[in-house]
């Protein structure tokens, strides 16, 4: 198989001869990301009155008492940080190899990989999950596209909000690796 890199919106393809490397970047909602900014630069605001007053008393206890505030402050912002860096860097992917079926979100602070063995998956296909969702204080039933497929264990669920597209672009190209059988993907018509 030829080395190749293929792009399609969000959706980036690196096929080599070992590896077929999928990654989906996560999707922009550009009213968090405002949101975000906006919080930012309140959380500097409040960082630098912290650190003004911290400066300007002279008691032990009063120091020590901003002191933890300001350790306060910054672990809050740290934890806001790595959403935003989520926000703007996320991405989740998959490998496909000979021997293992991987798919990873790498987040901010931790990482989180699972591999499968390529030979126990079957029924990779195309599904719409449906999911609660608060929308101004009522729960409703919404429903987002993902890519579903069995192992011994346990229903495997990726690629979460993507596109019809996108899932169909990504089945594609996993039906065309060489590491996969045709048998693995689930019949999506069947003859009477």
């Excluded at 969000?10 to 968090?32: G, P, Q, W």
């Excluded at 195309?126 to 596209?145: L, P």
């Excluded at 590491?179 to 689930?186: A, G, N, T």
Aim: proline share 2%; hydrophobic share 50%; charged share 25%.
């Amino acid at each position: 198989m030829p080395t190749f890199t293929t792009r399609k919106e969000r959706l980036k393809i690196i096929s080599r001869e070992d590896v077929l490397e999928i990654r989906l970047s996560i999707k922009k909602n550009t009213r968090v990301l405002i949101a975000m900014i906006l919080a930012c630069f309140i959380w500097i605001i409040a960082l630098y009155i912290f650190i003004r007053i911290e400066l300007s008393l002279h008691y032990f206890w009063y120091k020590a008492g901003m002191i933890l505030a300001i350790m306060g402050w910054f672990a809050l912002g740290m934890t806001v940080a790595s959403f935003f860096i989520w926000l703007f860097f996320g991405r989740e992917r998959i490998l496909l190899t000979k021997d293992y079926f991987i798919t990873d979100k790498p987040l901010v602070f931790f990482y989180r990989r699972n591999f499968y063995n390529i030979h126990t998956i079957s029924n990779i296909r195309i599904d719409i999950e449906i999911f609660k969702a608060n929308r101004n204080g009522v729960w409703m039933d919404e429903s987002r596209t993902v890519i579903k497929f069995d192992t011994e264990n346990k229903l495997v669920t990726i690629t979460r909000g993507i596109s019809q597209e996108e899932a169909e672009i990504i089945l594609l190209y996993l039906a065309q690796s060489p590491f996969l059988k045709k048998e693995q993907f689930e019949v999506v018509q069947k003859n009477k």
